[in-house]
Structure formats: C-alpha cells, structure tokens
C-alpha cells in the first residue's frame, strides 16, 4: 500500500480538478502536480525527501488544506456520498480512506464499518434494473 497522503491526493484529484478554486488549490502543491494522478511516480527530489520526512510533512499539510476545502466548499461537497447502509446525513469522500471503502463493480463510497462486500446497494440495484429490462450481466 501507498503512504497515506499520497493515497488521499490521488482521491483528491477529481475534487481539486474540477474546482472553481482549482488554480489556488493546484498552487499548494505545483510543481508536483503529478501526485495529484497517480500514487506511484515520485521524482529524485520526491525520494530524497521522502528519505528525511520532508515529503511527508509537505504532502500531510496539502492534504489538510484541501480537505478543510472540500468539506466548506458547495462544488466540492456535491461530489460526496451517502452512506446507503446506515443513512447517516453527513456526506462521505473517497479520500477518507481510514474510514470509508469504494466498492470495486459500482464505484460507489460507503463507511469501512458499514460496508459488505455481497451486498451492495447500488450493485444489487443495477442487477434488478438489468433483470427487470431483460439483460444479463456478462
């Protein structure tokens, strides 16, 4: 597994992407906006100091300022989702990845202590959907 703010930027992309505030929330981290896509590329710079803590540190405040923005911010939270299994009002985020999962067919974001891997609201609501108009999962 990947440290974990490096796996919270890699959630964070679509957020800070396609934000009215993206140029300033882009600034926090430029010029390694690389991180942004993909958790696994890392420069020279990026290794050096990862080796004395400075990357960590850098990338955990980033991570803090863009979500204190995403949680204020009305664009941002409207890309959240509710928890189907316990109904709770408060809007959930993939980048929450101590406590929320991302089912693996459908994409969708439920709590980790919620969460049942054959049980699926929204996969259990497309397989009745493709049951009731006649197609078959393949």
Known sequence: ???????????MNDFVRTCRDRRA???????????LETADVFSLRDLKE???????????????????????????QAKGFFCEYCHSPEPIFTF?????????NCMSCFHRKC??????????????????NGSFPS
């Open 25 to 35: 929330l882009l600034a926090l981290i430029f010029p390694r906006l690389y991180l």
């Open 50 to 76: 990862a080796e004395n803590g400075k990357l960590y540190k850098k990338l955990y405040r980033v991570c803090q300022e863009y979500t204190t923005h995403i949680e204020k911010c009305e664009l941002c």
């Open 96 to 104: 929450q990845i101590r406590t929320t999962i991302q089912c693996q």
């Open 1 to 11: 597994t990947c440290a974990l703010p490096i796996c919270r930027l890699y959630h």
């Open 115 to 132: 969460y049942k891997v054959e049980n699926c609201p929204k996969c259990l609501r497309i397989a009745r959907r493709r049951v009731g």
